[in-house]
């Protein structure tokens, strides 16, 4: 079995997915729902849009790459909870079989500076 990658490329999640960023009140829980389900959709029209045939992958892994527009300081495993909904879109749209760690290894994120485009490339390998 030979392996596929494919590159999804996203705008950052939301900071309200951070779970740095408790939602605190019914508002808050709410605001970020709609951001969790809005990451999801995009992510899984982005999923479709690469019109990969050989879905879903039963093992994979993941990687993400952060792109900024300023050097600072980032809690890696903050980002990695952002991506949560990404991934879930990556299930809906036929990518994945599950997102569960029998089917998906997120490898270590990484960050990097892009002054002109902030946003995030997930690359997704299949593993068999």
Known sequence: MHSETVTIILELPNRVLSPNNPPGSIGGRMKKAASAKRYRRLAKEAALAEDIDSGPWNKATIQAA?????????????????????????????????DDSKHLTTLPVTFHIDRECSRVELTVTRKG
């Open 66 to 98: 952060f792109y900024h527009k300023q050097e600072r300081r980032r809690d890696d495993d903050n980002y990695t909870a952002m991506l949560k909904p990404a991934k879930d879109g990556l299930v809906d749209a036929g990518l994945l079989v599950d």
